[in-house]
């Protein structure tokens, strides 16, 4: 199985077959978006041979329907510019704080976009 709960963490032993679960992936995204996109690239641990992981495939999934939520909803586009201001304000010299602070308004905001795929 590839992947896991939303909010839970659970590390596994390296499986081989997560670069097959990476090659089927960029298929079906190439089936859809055609010439319009250049490349695809496996990140994250999963893409690190013997490397133990959370079983999720990370192929900028999340960073894009995140960046279609906000596309999509104007209003919350702009909520997150608000906190983004504010935090670059109080944290302009730590940026794993200002990071870190927009952790809770980004999950709430991909919980909600990846609830539409």
């Known amino acids: ?13 390296y499986r081989p077959e997560w670069g097959r679960h990476y090659e089927a992936e960029v298929e079906r995204l190439q089936s859809v978006a055609g010439e319009r996109l250049l490349d695809f690239e496996h990140i994250g641990s ?8 959370k079983p999720v495939i ?8 995140f ?3 906000l596309r999509d909803h104007p209003e919350v586009a702009a ?6 201001r504010e935090l670059a304000d109080g944290h302009a010299d730590d940026r794993d704080a200002y990071t870190a602070k927009k952790g ?14």
């Open 67 to 69: 960046r279609d939520y």
């Open 1 to 13: 199985m590839v992947g896991l709960e939303r909010g839970t963490v659970e590390i596994r032993s």
């Open 58 to 65: 990370d192929l900028y999934r999340e960073k894009l329907a």
């Open 104 to 117: 809770e308004f980004v999950e709430r905001v991909l919980a909600d976009a990846l609830d539409r795929e």
């Open 46 to 53: 999963t893409a690190v041979e013997g490397l133990a992981a």
């Open 79 to 84: 909520e997150y510019e608000e906190l983004k």
